[in-house]
C-alpha cells in the first residue's frame, strides 16, 4: 500500500512568515501533485513535479520533488491570509493518485 | 471552458437508501476518477474509467458502482447507504490514461450527508 504522510498536520502562523510543509513515502512515484483545497470545494492544482530534483516556484510557492522521487516540499514565503487553506500532496501510482492526509494552513493578519 | 461539473452539490439521504452522484469532465478529457474524502482526510480513490471502461478501482465494497458515458461523463452509483458514507465525493478530470504523469482537475464535489 502507498502511504504518503504530510506534516505538520496544522500550522498556524503570522502574516509575512515562512513556513514548509513536507510530504514523505517509502514509495517511488512516478510524479507529485500539490493541491490547495478551501473548505467545502475540491482541490485545485497548483504544480506537477515529475523528475527527481526537480525545483518549480510558482510566486511565493516553491516545490520541490526529492532525488529518490518519494518524498517532496512544499516552501512558502512571506504568508498571507489568502495562503489559508488545506494543502494536500498527492503521488501518482499506477494511473491513480495516492493523498496525504493534508496539511491546515491558517495565516492570521 | 467550463471546468470539471458535479451534480448535485449537496444532498442528504437515509441509511439503506440508494444515491447516483454525476459528474461531466472538462470538454476533451477522456478519463474520470472518483474519489471519496472523509473530514480531515485527504482524497481516497474509488473507480478510474477511461474510454467508458473501469481501469481502476479502490478498496470500496461492491456497494459502490460507477459507470462512464459515450460522452466521457460519469455515474457514481452506492447502493444500501451508511452512516459513514458521509462524504464529499470528488470527480476528476485528465485528458488521458496517464502512464505517471496523472495530471488531474478536480470539481467541487458533492457533499453527501447519510442520517
Known amino acids: 500500500t502507498q502511504l504518503l504522510e504530510q506534516s505538520p498536520q496544522f500550522l498556524s502562523i503570522q502574516e509575512g512568515e515562512n513556513l514548509t510543509v513536507y510530504c514523505n513515502s517509502s514509495?517511488?512515484?512516478?510524479?507529485l501533485q500539490w493541491y490547495r483545497q478551501e473548505p467545502g470545494e475540491g482541490p485545485v492544482l497548483l504544480v506537477t513535479?515529475?523528475?527527481?530534483?526537480e525545483v518549480k516556484k510558482l510566486k511565493r510557492l516553491t516545490f520541490q520533488f526529492g532525488d529518490a522521487r518519494k518524498d517532496s516540499s512544499l516552501h512558502i514565503t512571506a504568508a498571507q491570509p489568502g495562503d489559508t487553506g488545506l494543502y494536500l500532496c498527492a503521488g501518482a501510482w499506477q494511473n491513480k493518485l495516492v493523498f496525504g492526509a493534508g496539511t491546515i494552513l491558517r495565516v492570521k493578519s | 471552458d467550463a471546468g470539471v461539473t458535479q451534480s448535485p452539490t449537496h444532498l442528504i439521504k437515509t441509511r439503506g437508501q440508494h444515491v447516483t452522484l454525476r459528474c461531466s469532465p472538462i470538454s476533451g478529457h477522456k478519463s474520470v476518477s472518483w474519489y471519496q474524502q472523509v473530514l480531515g482526510q485527504g482524497p481516497q480513490f474509488i473507480f478510474q474509467y477511461y474510454e467508458k471502461e473501469e481501469r481502476g478501482r479502490g478498496n470500496f465494497p461492491d456497494r459502490f458502482s460507477a459507470r462512464q458515458f459515450p460522452n466521457y461523463s460519469s455515474e457514481l452509483n452506492v447502493n444500501a447507504l451508511l452512516l459513514g458514507d458521509s462524504a464529499l465525493y470528488l470527480c476528476a478530470s485528465s485528458p488521458h490514461l496517464g502512464t505517471g504523469n496523472t495530471e488531474a482537475f478536480f470539481g467541487q464535489g458533492t457533499r453527501l450527508t447519510v442520517v
Open positions: 513535479v515529475v523528475t527527481g530534483g
Open positions: 514509495s517511488v512515484f512516478s510524479s
